[in-house]
Nanobody, 115 residues
């Protein structure tokens, strides 16, 4: 049974930064592509960034240049460093493999960008 636990969200002013963490139980983590996703109120969940087991990254155009995804395979953890945050980044953020495994969705972590 794989569990993914996200943390690090909060309330931040526009232009601020946050670092999200996702800890995965189970050794399968180091062998899969991991992604960060977000869901804003009234919108569909979308892929924000993904990273392969070897560290190759890919970003949505809306966050390119502002967000950085990374992973520590020894700690079964994937991170999302978010800089220059905008109000439109407000959402619940989740981690999950890419492609998604629906059974692995966790509770997510809320990010609110507001003055």
């Amino acid at each position: 049974q794989v569990q993914l636990v996200e943390s690090g969200g909060g309330l931040v002013q526009p232009g601020g930064s946050l670092r999200l963490s996702c800890v995965a139980s189970g050794s399968i983590f180091r062998f899969v592509v991991m992604g960060w996703y977000r869901q804003a109120p009234g919108k569909q969940r979308e892929l924000v960034a993904r990273i392969t087991s070897s560290g190759t990254t890919n970003y949505a155009d809306s966050v390119k240049g502002r967000f950085t995804i990374s992973r520590d395979n020894a700690k079964n953890t994937v991170y999302l460093q978010m800089n220059s945050l905008k109000p439109e980044d407000t959402a619940v953020y989740y981690c999950n493999p890419f492609p998604v495994v629906p059974a692995y969705w966790g509770q997510g972590t809320q990010v609110t960008v507001s003055s």
